[in-house]
């Protein structure tokens, strides 16, 4: 069974970093593009970040430049977004997603999915 289970969120003060961590099980990493997309309350789902199969190219939102990065290892079937400087705007569920390629950082263009987890930014 293709399974994708994301961790590492929780509650952070304006200013802080989190690390989330997607882990695949049932497949390898190796041949996907892994994509981040997050979904505020009452809001649509947006991409976040992505990160090709080779880890030689990326895609992200504006709205995380400079604060976000990305990172797999697939060694460790595992895709890594790292948040710093976080907003409470960046206060969302979110979940990683697999894809052939990160071109369009679209939600319907990723065929599987995580359950999420939940990242809240206040003081």
């Known amino acids: 069974q293709l399974q994708l289970v994301e961790s590492g969120g929780g509650l952070v003060q304006p200013g802080g970093s989190l690390r989330l961590s997607c882990a695949a099980s049932?497949?390898?990493?190796?041949?996907?593009?892994i994509g981040w997309f997050r979904q505020a309350p009452g809001k649509v789902r947006e991409g976040v970040f992505c990160i090709s199969s080779s880890g030689g190219s990326t895609n992200y939102a504006d709205s995380v430049k400079g604060r976000f990065t990305i990172s797999r290892d697939n060694a460790k079937n595992t895709v890594y977004l790292q948040m710093n400087s976080l907003k409470p705007e960046d206060t969302a569920v979110y979940y990683c997603?697999?894809?052939?390629?990160?071109?369009?950082?679209?939600?319907?263009?990723?065929?599987?999915w995580g359950q999420g987890t939940q990242v809240t930014v206040s003081s």
């Open positions: 049932g497949f390898t990493l190796d041949y996907y593009a």
């Open positions: 997603a697999a894809h052939s390629d990160c071109y369009a950082l679209i939600p319907h263009e990723f065929e599987y």
